[in-house]
């Protein structure tokens, strides 16, 4: 059961445009959503985040979306540069008093900008 | 802070032997989570502890995965006897109580042949 889904393995944009990277979840209880970006041979980071009572986020070229309706959101990035090229990894979670950052994971969408 | 330390960073064995992963969280942290990653399942959670008390483990795959939090600064994951299918790249991740985002350390690529 993929309570949350990304389902664009992969993104190839040109240097200068705008990336999107869409996520879809399932379970309605989750009310705090993140994007990680992940390089080769190493950890995911922490990008950006939402929690469920705002629809937008915003932090210098990166601005997430969430359409609590539709359950879906997706992380802008604008201008794309080159270094943002790696593995964006939406996640979920529901924040209750021991779940702390109990995170669920999408599959990841490889984004490729091109220079 | 150093961040989240793992080590190895890559370990290579031979079936049916065991494997110990170590992970040391960053400091102050409560939350201290393990992760695989595999091109089928993408990052799956298998354990995360609490204060060093494990609270689910229902992402452990089998009997052969173990967890272990010896006090608050060090965790291992154990494998054993160890399977070519549970080559993958394991993380560790801390997080502090209220805060909303894992810190994830390197992560120990792991190979059996």
């Known amino acids: 059961d993929q309570q949350v889904k990304q389902n664009s393995p992969s993104l190839s944009v040109q240097e200068g445009r705008i990336s999107i990277l869409n996520c879809d979840y399932t379970?309605?209880?989750?009310?705090?959503f993140l994007w990680y970006k992940k390089y080769p041979a190493e950890g995911p980071t922490f990008l950006i985040s939402?929690?469920?009572?705002?629809d937008k986020n915003e932090d210098g070229r990166f601005t997430v979306f969430l359409n609590k309706s539709a359950k879906h959101l997706s992380l802008h990035i604008v201008p794309s540069q080159p270094g943002d090229s790696a593995v964006y990894f939406c996640?979920?979670?529901?924040?209750?008093?021991?779940?702390?950052?109990?995170?669920?994971f999408g599959e990841g969408t490889q984004l490729t900008v091109n220079p | 802070d150093a961040g989240v330390i793992q080590s190895p960073r890559h370990e290579v064995t031979e079936m049916g032997q065991e494997v110990t992963l170590r992970c040391k969280p960053i400091?102050?942290?409560?939350?201290l989570f393990w992760y695989r990653q595999t091109m089928m399942r993408g990052l799956e959670l298998l354990i995360y502890?609490?204060?060093?008390?494990?609270?689910?483990d229902s992402g452990m795959p089998e009997d052969r995965f173990s967890a272990k939090m010896p006090n608050a600064s060090f965790s291992t994951l154990k494998i054993q006897p160890s399977e070519p299918r549970d080559s993958a790249v394991y993380f560790c991740?801390?997080?502090?109580?209220?805060?909303?985002?894992?810190?994830f350390g390197q992560g120990t690529r792991l190979t059996v042949v």
């Open positions: 991740a801390s997080g502090p109580r209220r805060d909303t985002e894992a810190f």
């Open positions: 379970n309605s209880m989750f009310d705090y």
């Open positions: 939402i929690s469920s009572i705002k």
């Open positions: 996640a979920a979670k529901v924040r209750t008093e021991t779940s702390g950052s109990r995170l669920t």
């Open positions: 400091s102050g942290h409560d939350y």
């Open positions: 502890f609490n204060n060093n008390v494990p609270i689910d």
